[in-house]
């Protein structure tokens, strides 16, 4: 998934409204949206989520921003620090821990990852909406932190179409696919549960889960 730094993005020329859009939700999405809060996105792994808010980025660049988290990996080629993820040691990483310095961490595959607070609240200062792209392990324990922040989940139509978009990757092997799938049904059984999203959205056509996206964000009360 890629990560996109909390950093100001060259802005696209601005386009007239298409008609999908009258001229005063043109006007309100030109301005950025009045809740400021972080927007946590969270669904299973193939649904769609990064497709979705870097195109929020595309559109809204000096508005949002992608959270860039910490962690004890080394970087891949082609990463770079603090744009990717901010690389740190085992010890800095407990160190964080030790000094309640992530508001969500969690281990994946023998490497710690987590999401620091003083980013978020940095960047909420500078006038940014902060996008945190969740896992389901991490929306529980954000939730019993002191970050106040809006939550989406970002469901597929079924199973069998995030099936058929995982192996459509060509990447996956066949024990991978398995493995996120039971995860998947975990967090969409997960997503049931009363009050844990704000706003679940069906990417079954990216359009109208994008279009939906927006206006959630910037008309929570309309949509």
Known sequence: MPRVPC???ISPTLQRPSRVYNY???LTMATPPSDRRPVIISGPSGVGKGTLYNRLFAQHPDTFCLSVSHTTRSPRPGEANGVDYHYVSVGEFEDLIAKNGFVEH??????RYGTSKMTIEEQTK???VVLLDIEMEGVKQIKQSSIAARYIF???PSLEVLESRLRGR???EE???QKRLEQAKKELEFSKTPGVHDKTIINDDLDKAYKELEEYIYNPLDS
């Open 175 to 177: 024990a991978s696919v």
């Open 7 to 9: 950093m100001p993005i």
């Open 154 to 156: 970002i469901a597929p």
């Open 106 to 111: 969690a281990q994946f595959g023998g490497n």
């Open 24 to 26: 005063r939700q043109f």
């Open 126 to 128: 500078k006038g940014k």
């Open 170 to 172: 060509g990447t996956e």
